[in-house]
């Protein structure tokens, strides 16, 4: 597979480290109300799309950016790639 | 043996005669032959024996196609199995031997299971040998597996070596026949880069097999011309020899390049190159593969293809036969006889199964319409043949025309699905190719040459200009021959009709699929095995699908499309495999003192990719068990000397490095003050442990992690998930410094009196205490770092340099030491110290292990969020009676402890219901004088002086051990703190 | 100090010279990593346009400083490997007195082996372990990638020749790679 | 029909005619009593264990292409029950009961092979886990031998014991564990629960589940509306896309594991042998043919495909432990969509919903565990509660924190 970094462009997927759901960015408020079921659905719970996967991988052996990759599991083509750390930011995430 | 069969013409180079042994008769062959043209050359038509049956066969096809002729190539550790004797150059000295027979290739005992052969029809193996249940195993499979097969490896390590490469282009263009070359050439004048690559040695595919001609040359010369030019373009690779065997995700392609297969030795070089070409487009130019007929006793040797029959008479100036007939269902089949006529092959007989005209008067040869074969003779070799109308012929050799199926292989690879055109009676590829692959040629269904040439130019075109290529399409002028159709699948008729010869699998076998219920087209495969043979059921697959559409009254497509998975011509496992194997498998890391530790006895010890060094052997020390109590001892005694340097570095910077330190250790570090270390446990998000290690804060906005050895690459991405992901305002920033510092524990009660000798800093107790950091030099001026912490549980520090100056440091600390005896200490004696201490490590940081479990529950801060933290609090994970992790003793201290076996109480049996939990890691304590253990115990917390059983019932051990506490030395800490 | 412990170069100074094609160890360089902190890269910048009057370089390439002494190359979206003459020591204390408190500064000069290969197979020989595009990286590229399972940052130093860093504790590893890989071609 | 040695005979000798189908192809009823929704081995061994074991008969198995198009048709046949952790073993320890005695028990030979099956460890530490894996096997009523080097240098002179990078010292070997030709494992079930009045139906795709206040009375399916008391849900691979269908997320992931086949070859190994330091396991088929593979690419997928870094990571495996291979081809590659669980354990177990069961989340253990889940998966739709070897498969174990994690490596499927 080749992943278009936004950075530098097609590389190799031998490059990366893939984690999976990108709703891993996700982590819930520890604070909140229901904060344990939160967590456990967080943890454990995937959509599992058959089409449409928005994922992450990490550029180890690159420039160490996580990525988000939104790439199709029916055919594997990828239709998006962004900077994890910029999804997380957009999410409102931060200290 | 002459070259009785070699006639004039062809390719090969008359004035290079190469001899060969062919089960261990001499021949001789020409430059340019493959190891099959040769044999035919030589009139050898037997070489095989097929899979099921054990009949005799001969060669079938010319090309990677081949299901027959496949033999032992080469000798001794070098003999390769199963090599398609189609393919094979011939060289000097080649040696092959046929192969699945017992005895003789002529005699082979195992030609009875043929008698039996009504008995061995599709399946039958499902329905019996199940009694008595014992045989299986004893005699039945044993008798299966010794007659199935093929052939047969050496059992020695493959002598060659192989390497692998990554190559890239804009266009990849695979098969170099007339579409390719045209694509190639329209391409390369354009400027694209362009990587033409072809099996075969020679580029033009069936120009050099045909007569026919382009721009008026004869079609192998322009092939060759057509090359030339591409190989005097820098901006095109050409690679013959080269199989390009995988279509892969985003336009990567797998290819196989044979360096040395041709010649005698590979000569210390690759024998083959395994190369991922990164592509842009790719251009599909695979061409055809002719296939069968299903006729009664179809197998013989001397059946062939027809479009291979006159491949061997035109490229190799070989004839198949003394005397040839034709059977066809096509036009094309015709040009066998026509070419073979003309190059002086007497034709017995065309017989053509469609009631037209006759396409061409063929002196001397019958020609008979609207006939087809019922029944061949000639057991080792084909003597005669007789037609459904009683027309018997005496013929050597049958040459078969079923029409040609494009080969779609490469566009089936991301599971495309070809679509059936009625018109030519043979699947093409369908709509879903992978994406980037474009198909053009006798591979998409344009089978003459004039209109292959322009589809190959046309297409390349279109996809250059995608690219921003200038291209234009240019032809050669060209014919476009006859390749009109009407499907014919079988003949009825008494006696066997073969569709895969390789399996064996006949017309009656599909039939009786169809009748069992085994109707859909992967049904059919798997039970009678059709297309599974080593050839895919290249020539066989659309004839069993055709036969099976016919038993169910359907449609072929109807019926289905089977599809191809890569490698579409088999990739050996050395090839795959590349470089990696032996010490080459994955890279070495070594530490800073390996070299010392080399020539100072030290036995090294596999840690990941680290070698270590386990113990040091000295003297006459004969069982490691010396070396290691030694090195304890002269530890605990006064000082040993441990390289570190394999933990995981983690350089943490930034403002907010404390407060994010604070988020991924489950204990607090937000206070800990500068020129401090201390201990961390780290959790996965689902609340197990992670990983440990400790953490000295060189400065406000400066810290240094430690991970366990196998965990810093884990650890190090878990980080920069937390920091680009879980918090991405914070300003913290992490680097690897793992191979940047000699790191070397040097542990015992001289500890400091060494270390005073070489750090230019006061490090007594009051200046440095237990958990101090500091940066500083050694030796009057080489940076490094200090820290006093302690794995031992002994007056210890550890010291860092940078690694250039690891092994000078490893020396002057030994220099140092001197006076007191220092001692280098490995692995092993590392292991016994922490044991000794109860500290855990990889046997029990399993990634099942709480908090809990290692009774470190309480550092689990509730007052702040990390990771891990909420996860952690789940109920089955804080249950009273979970395991606990303990030492213990044997109550016979003689008696050793056993790592891996299982706690039961006394008076209870060793059974699942009874496991109260396992010994994790055990050691002999010099010190103690006895072995000792660390194990999880089921509330093994409140179980301390109980005693149980160890049960090893797998090495047939049992302890009685004692629950102790696991700080089994020093308890209170008190050496450390020295 | 006569006392100092010497430096030995992880693979003692290697070279080997096969005609189309060598490598050598480099070992007259230091190297430090430079950690762009969160909202600072202004000031990171005209830092190190004051220091060494270059940019800080864009991804996929190096800067290289007016006097032509260090070489930057983009390592992450906020850090950067500097390359500098080689010093006795740590270069990382004399480039975070250069550069002031503008960035993190972390000394990587022993994490890395460098080996330079030249020669007119370069390419050939490379081909056979880096999955990168070689022949259409520019002069003065940088990339970082993996090499028979190693991380390895490549820079394309001239048309024929590169730089390569590859971790310090595998250096017999990856110089048996790059060797062989050359062996291979030649 | 009742095969056999002499009906082999007397086909063989009246031209193999009388051969009758092995299922019935029927239009499905309006309601059964239970639904099986998936026509895979697990599905199938179901059907035959409720209609033959459990007295539950009118019983429809619902599959949406051809019966044993799933795992079960494309995995590496290998049966094994040398797991380590209580919620395991003493499961897959009655699977491999059951295989023992299949045959026999539904006249059909799917050729279990029980050659043994080997994993190498390369490290000391290695060693105290397999130590501590084979007891737990033992304690299980399993049987588990482990081997030091000069026994693994008598039984696999092939191995490399001298030159290899992570040395070879010695092994775990399950000698029951071997391999099952796969796709008769399929049907042979299959006619065993036809020959009792299964409706078995091909080509028939559940569209959607009956679903009114939280309880499931049948399905949709592209044959119409089937009603049922029970319906099971059995389609490991495609779990997550089923069972979304009655407004379930699962602890799942999809991931594709490939597997490779060599051309046919004189018998070369004994058993099934493991490499513990990279990613490799072997066999050898009774047709000659290494059959082998490593781990899963990694990444989500449903393409029943894979790349091309793991064939060779695979390969070099292969290669690492057993060099003589090198010049065996690879013949054909596949890939068998893998229901990755969280823990990398599996499901059988009642589902919110009443009525509606599910059975997933095999990973790529799920052929040597078809009989055992078709037995226990039955228990549960005909008592109404969990076999005792099943007790710990409950889709709630992450909510409690019960997981059942062999590897280690926690709620990552791709890592299992």
Redesign the interface.
């Known amino acids: 597979?080749?992943i278009n970094h936004p950075l530098l462009g097609p590389r190799?997927a031998a490059e990366f480290?893939v984690?999976g759901d990108a709703d891993?960015?996700n982590?819930?408020d520890?604070?909140a109300e229901g904060?344990?079921e939160a967590?456990?659905e967080?943890?454990y719970l995937r959509d599992n799309p058959a089409g449409e996967h928005r994922e992450?991988w990490?550029h180890?052996q690159g420039d160490?950016?996580?990525l988000v990759v939104t790439r199709s599991t029916l055919?594997?083509?990828?239709m998006n790639v962004e900077m994890?750390?910029d999804?997380?930011?957009a999410k409102g995430?931060?200290? | 043996m002459t070259q009785s069969n070699r006639i004039a013409g062809g390719l090969v180079d008359r004035s290079k005669q190469l001899s060969f042994t062919f089960n261990n008769k001499s021949m001789t062959g020409y430059e340019g032959d493959t190891l099959a043209s040769a044999l035919l050359a030589n009139g050898q038509r037997l070489v095989g024996r097929s899979?099921k049956y054990h009949r005799p066969r001969g060669i079938f096809s010319a090309g990677s196609e081949e299901p027959n002729a496949m033999v032992h190539l080469r000798r001794g550790a070098?003999?390769?199995?199963?090599t398609r004797a189609t393919v094979a150059e011939l060289f000097n000295g080649l040696e092959a031997t046929s192969q699945n027979h017992r005895g003789s290739l002529e005699f082979d005992l195992m030609s009875v299971t043929d008698l039996a052969s009504?008995?061995l029809?599709a399946g039958?193996?499902?329905?019996?040998?199940?009694?008595p249940?014992k045989f299986?195993?004893k005699l039945y499979?044993p008798a299966?597996?010794?007659s199935?097969?093929?052939?047969?490896?050496?059992?020695?390590?493959?002598p060659?070596s192989?390497?692998?490469?990554?190559?890239?282009c804009d266009m990849l263009i695979i098969g170099a026949g007339p579409a390719g070359l045209m694509a190639a050439l329209t391409a390369g004048r354009a400027g694209a880069r362009v990587i033409l690559a072809d099996e075969d040695h020679l580029m033009g595919g069936r120009l050099n097999a045909e007569t026919l001609s382009v721009d008026d040359q004869e079609g192998s010369a322009w092939a060759a011309a057509a090359a030339a030019e591409l190989d005097a373009m820098p901006n095109v690779r050409l690679m013959t020899r080269t199989s390009v065997y995988?279509a892969?995700?985003?336009?990567?392609y797998?290819a196989l390049e044979r360096m040395t297969d041709h010649v005698p030795t590979s000569g210390g070089?690759?024998r083959q190159?395994?190369w991922?070409i990164?592509t842009k487009r790719a251009i599909l130019t695979a061409g055809a593969t002719e296939r069968s007929i299903a006729f009664p006793m179809n197998d013989r040797p001397g059946v062939m293809l027809a479009g291979s029959v006159r491949t061997y008479v035109n490229r190799y100036g070989v004839a198949p036969g003394k005397k040839v007939a034709v059977f066809t269902n096509n036009d094309d089949g015709w040009r066998t006889a026509t070419d073979l006529h003309a190059a002086g092959v007497s034709i017995a007989a065309v017989i053509d199964s469609r009631e037209i005209t006759p396409l061409a008067a063929i002196p001397g040869a019958l020609i008979l319409m609207g006939a087809s074969v019922a029944s061949t003779s000639g057991y080792l070799g084909l003597k005669s043949i007789a037609t459904s109308s009683g027309v018997k012929i005496e013929t050597d050799c049958l040459a078969v025309s079923g029409g040609w199926s494009p080969n779609v292989h490469l566009t089936c690879?991301?599971?495309g699905r070809p679509t059936w055109r009625d018109d030519i009676g043979a699947f093409v590829p369908g709509g879903d190719l992978p994406?980037g692959m474009h198909v053009a040629g006798a591979g998409n269904g344009s089978l003459a040459l004039a209109s292959s040439l322009k589809e190959g130019a046309n297409v390349s075109a279109s996809v250059a200009s995608d690219l921003g290529f200038a291209a234009t399409a240019a032809f050669p002028s060209a014919e476009d021959q006859s390749t009109d159709i009407t499907p014919f699948w079988h003949v009825e008729g008494k006696g066997r009709a073969w569709i895969d010869l390789q399996n064996d699998v006949t017309v009656?076998d599909v039939k009786?699929s169809q009748?069992?219920?085994?109707r859909?087209v992967?049904?059919l495969k798997?039970?009678t095995?059709l297309g599974?043979?080593?050839d895919?059921g290249k020539t066989s697959n659309v004839l069993g699908l055709a036969i099976m559409a016919e038993a169910t009254g359907k449609s072929i497509p109807e019926t289905g499309t089977t599809i191809f998975?890569?490698?579409y011509s088999?990739?050996?496992?050395?090839a795959?495999?590349?470089?990696?194997?032996?010490?080459?498998?994955?890279?070495?890391?070594?530490?800073p003192s390996h070299k010392w530790a080399e020539t100072h006895g030290a036995d090294f010890?596999?840690a990941g990719?680290?070698l270590r060094a386990q113990w040091f052997r000295k003297g006459s020390e004969k069982g490691w068990r010396d070396s290691v109590d030694r090195e304890v001892e002269a530890t605990r005694g006064s000082v040993g000397i441990c390289d570190v340097?394999t933990l995981g570095k983690i350089?943490i910077?930034?403002?907010?490095a404390a407060?994010f330190l604070n988020k991924v250790y489950a204990n607090g570090f937000a206070k800990l003050a500068v020129g401090k270390v201390r201990y961390g446990l780290m959790m996965?998000?689902?609340?197990?442990v992670m990983d440990d290690g400790t953490t000295a804060r060189l400065r406000e906005?400066?810290f240094i992690m430690t991970t366990t050895t196998a965990n810093a690459?884990p650890v190090f991405?878990h980080m920069?998930?937390a920091r680009?992901?879980?918090?991405?305002?914070?300003?913290v920033?992490l680097?690897?410094?793992?191979?940047?510092?000699a790191q070397f524990a040097v542990a015992g009660p001289n500890a400091r009196n060494l270390l005073s000798k070489i750090v230019d800093m006061d490090i007594s107790n009051e200046a440095f205490p237990f958990m101090a950091c500091a940066e500083t030099t050694?030796?009057?001026?080489?940076?490094a770092r200090l820290f006093r912490i302690s794995f031992s549980g002994e007056l210890a520090f550890e010291i860092a340099?940078?690694?250039?100056?690891g092994?000078?440091?490893m020396t002057?600390l030994m220099e140092a030491g001197e006076e007191f005896d220092a001692t280098p200490y490995g692995t092993e004696a590392l292991g016994v110290m922490r044991i000794e201490k109860g500290h855990a490590a990889?046997?029990e940081l399993?990634?099942?292990?709480t908090a809990n479990n290692l009774g470190l529950g309480k550092m689990v801060s509730k007052k702040k969020?990390s990771i891990g933290?909420?996860?952690s609090?789940?109920?089955?994970?804080?249950r009273e009676d979970d395991l606990r992790l303990v030492g213990f003793k044997p109550v016979d201290t003689s008696k050793p402890l056993?790592?891996?076996?299982?706690f039961v109480d006394n008076g209870k049996e060793?059974?699942?219901k009874?496991?109260l939990g396992?010994m994790?890691?055990v050691a002999y304590s010099p010190e103690l004088g006895h072995s000792i253990g660390l194990g999880f115990l089921k509330k093994g917390d409140q179980r301390k002086g109980d005693k149980l059983r160890a049960?090893?019932?797998?090495?047939g051990g049992e302890v009685k051990v004692e629950v102790v506490s696991p700080h089994m030395i020093d308890p209170e800490g008190e050496r450390l703190r020295a | 100090?006569?006392?100092?412990?010497?430096?030995?170069?992880?693979l003692g100074g290697y070279t080997l010279d096969l005609g189309d094609v060598a490598v050598a160890e480099v070992t007259d360089i230091s190297i430090v990593?430079i950690?762009m902190?969160?909202?600072g890269g202004d000031a990171l910048a005209n830092a190190v346009q004051a220091a060494w009057g270059c940019a800080l370089p864009a991804p996929r390439g190096t800067s290289v400083s007016s006097d032509g002494s260090v070489t930057l190359i983009f390592s992450t979206p906020?850090?950067t490997l500097a390359i500098l003459p080689g010093v006795d020591?740590?270069a990382v204390t004399d480039v975070a007195a250069k550069l002031g408190d503008v960035g993190?500064y972390?000394?990587?000069?022993?994490?890395?082996v460098g080996l330079r290969a030249s020669g007119a197979k370069s390419i050939s020989a490379l081909?056979?372990?880096?999955?990168?595009?070689l022949?259409?990286m520019s002069v003065g590229g940088a990339e970082r990638t993996v090499m028979?399972?190693?991380g390895v940052f490549i820079m394309r130093e001239d048309d024929e020749r590169f730089l390569l860093l590859s971790?310090?504790?595998?250096?017999?590893?990856?110089l048996?790679?790059v060797e062989?890989?050359m062996r291979?071609v030649t | 029909m009742r095969?056999?040695?002499l009906?082999?005979?007397t086909?063989?000798?009246t031209?193999?005619?009388g051969?009758?189908?092995?299922?019935r192809?029927p239009e499905p009823k309006k309601e059964y009593d239970v639904i099986i929704v998936g026509g895979g081995g697990h599905g199938l061994a179901t059907a035959y264990y409720l209609s033959n074991k459990f007295g539950v008969k009118n019983v429809a198995v619902l599959e949406k292409?051809?019966i044993?198009?799933g795992n079960v048709?494309r995995n590496t046949t290998i049966i094994r029950s040398n797991y380590m952790l209580?919620g395991n073993?003493?499961f897959y320890e009655l699977s491999m009961k059951l295989w023992e005695g299949l045959?026999?028990d539904f006249?059909?030979?799917?050729?279990?092979?029980?050659?043994g099956i080997l994993n190498l460890y390369?490290?000391?530490?290695q060693?105290?886990?397999?130590?501590?894996?084979?007891?737990?096997m033992?304690?299980?009523?399993a049987d588990?031998?482990?081997l030091d080097q000069d026994q693994l240098r008598e039984e696999c002179p092939?191995l490399?014991f001298d030159?290899?990078?992570?040395?070879i010292k010695g092994g775990l070997a399950q000698r029951r564990g071997g391999t099952v030709?796969h796709?008769?494992v399929a049907?042979?079930y299959a006619r065993g629960a036809d020959a009792k009045g299964v409706d078995i139906i091909?080509n028939c795709e559940v569209t959607g589940f009956d679903i009114e206040n939280g309880v499931c009375r049948g399905v949709e399916t592209s044959k119409g509306s089937i009603k049922a008391k029970k319906i099971a849900v059995c389609v490991a691979g495609s779990s997550s896309r089923v069972m979304a269908k009655a407004g379930m997320r699962l602890p799942i992931e999809s991931h594709v594991l490939q597997a490779f086949v060599?051309?046919?070859?004189?018998?070369?190994i004994p058993g099934v042998i493991t490499f513990g330091?990279?990613h490799f396991y072997v066999s050898?088929s009774?047709?000659?043919g290494l059959v082998f593979g490593g781990d899963i690419d990694g990444y989500n997928t449903y393409?029943?495909?894979g790349?091309?870094p793991v064939?060779?990571d695979v390969?070099?495996g292969?290669?690492?432990i057993m060099?003589?291979?090198?010049?065996?081809?690879?013949?054909?590659?596949?890939g068998g969509i893998m229901d990755m669980s969280m823990d990398g354990s599996p499901f059988i177990d009642k589902t919110h919903i009443e009525g509606l069961h599910f059975n997933g989340g095999w990973c790529y253990g799920g052929f040597k565990a078809t009989p055992a889940s078709g037995y226990c998966y039955a228990h549960l739709l005909a008592k109404g509660e969990p076999h005792e070897v099943a007790t710990e498969m409950r889709l709630d174990?992450f909510?409690?924190?019960?997981?059942i994690?062999e590897?280690?490596?926690?709620?990552q499927p791709n890592l299992h």
């Open positions: 597979m080749i190799d480290y984690m891993l960015i982590r819930p520890p604070d904060a344990a967590f456990y967080y943890a992450l990490y180890e160490r950016s996580w055919t594997h083509e990828i994890a750390r999804v997380a930011l995430r931060g200290q | 899979f070098a003999q390769e199995p199963n009504p008995f029809s039958f193996y499902y329905k019996t040998f199940m009694w249940k299986w195993e499979e299966i597996r010794a199935a097969g093929l052939g047969r490896l050496s059992m020695q390590e493959d060659d192989y390497d692998k490469g990554f190559l890239h995988g892969y995700d985003h336009g990567v797998g070089k690759p190159v395994l991922r990164y690879h991301q599971r994406i009656k009786q009748a069992e219920g085994f859909s992967e049904h798997r039970y095995t599974m043979a080593t895919q998975r890569p490698p088999p990739v050996p496992i050395g795959l495999a590349g470089r990696a194997r032996g010490k080459d498998f994955r890279p070495f890391r070594l530490t010890v596999e990719a680290w340097t350089d910077q930034g403002r907010d407060a996965r998000e689902d609340g197990i906005n400066h690459g991405r920069e998930f680009q992901c879980l918090w991405p305002g914070m300003d920033h680097i690897s410094t793992t191979d940047g510092w050694v030796c009057g001026g080489t940076p340099v940078p690694a250039r100056y092994d000078a440091m002057k990889g046997n399993t990634g099942q292990t969020d933290n909420k996860l609090e789940r109920p089955e994970m804080n056993a790592a891996g076996a299982h060793a059974v699942t009874n496991d396992w994790t890691s049960v090893d019932l797998l090495r | 100090m006569p006392d100092m412990l010497t430096a030995e170069p992880f990593s950690a902190p969160l909202g906020d850090q020591g740590l993190y972390t000394e990587q000069t022993d994490n890395w081909e056979r372990i880096c999955p990168l595009d022949a259409s028979e399972h190693l971790g310090s504790s595998s250096a017999k590893s990856f048996h790679a062989l890989s291979n | 095969y056999s040695a009906k082999i005979f086909e063989g000798l031209g193999n005619k051969w009758k189908p092995v299922w192809e292409g051809w044993g198009s048709g209580p073993e003493p045959e026999q006249n059909y030979n799917a050729m279990v092979s029980q050659r390369h490290t000391d530490p060693r105290d886990a397999y130590v501590r894996r084979g007891n737990a033992l304690m299980a009523g588990a031998v482990l092939f490399d030159n290899a990078r992570f040395p030709r796709d008769a049907w042979g091909q060599s051309e046919g070859l004189k018998p070369v330091a990279g050898q009774d047709k000659g393409a029943q495909r790349n091309l064939v060779e390969c070099e292969g290669m690492a060099p003589m291979i090198g010049r065996a081809r690879l013949l054909r590659s596949w174990r909510e409690r924190g019960a997981m994690d590897k280690g490596v926690g709620s």
